[in-house]
């Protein structure tokens, strides 16, 4: 069984910048892809960003594109997440989670989450 604690998150100011982390335990997380989803009340979970073990690929949604950087550092079992250029429509708590593919992280199939971190943005 795997954990994901994702920490990082807090209250700033748009044009912000904040550093997400998920650190992963359980199961060997240098084969496992990673990704970040957020979600606002009263909407669907929205993926934001994905990587793979090797961290060659990575996907953004175009909300995020050019703004978010996933990575990973394998010897500390950790993910991150740096959001750069913050707005206030990226509010929303932050999940991270793990799956074997980036494939079944995009499709939303990941069955291994974090608790959620909280990310307010405020204009």
């Known amino acids: 069984q795997v954990q994901l604690v994702e920490s990082g998150g807090g209250l700033v100011q748009a044009g912000d910048s904040l550093k997400l982390s998920c650190v992963h335990s359980g199961r060997t997380f240098s084969v496992e892809a990673m990704g970040w989803f957020r979600q606002t009340p009263g909407k669907e979970r929205e993926l934001v960003a994905g990587?793979?073990?090797?961290?060659?690929?990575?996907y953004y949604s175009d909300s995020v594109k050019g703004r978010f950087t996933i990575s990973r550092d394998n010897a500390k079992n950790t993910a991150y997440l740096q959001m750069n250029s913050l707005k206030p429509e990226d509010t929303a708590v932050y999940y991270c989670?793990?799956?074997?593919?980036?494939?079944?992280?995009?499709?939303?199939?990941?069955?291994?989450w974090g608790q959620g971190t909280q990310v307010t943005v405020s204009s």
């Open positions: 989670t793990a799956a074997d593919t980036l494939t079944t992280i995009v499709a939303g199939a990941s069955r291994s």
């Open positions: 990587i793979t073990w090797t961290g060659t690929n990575t």
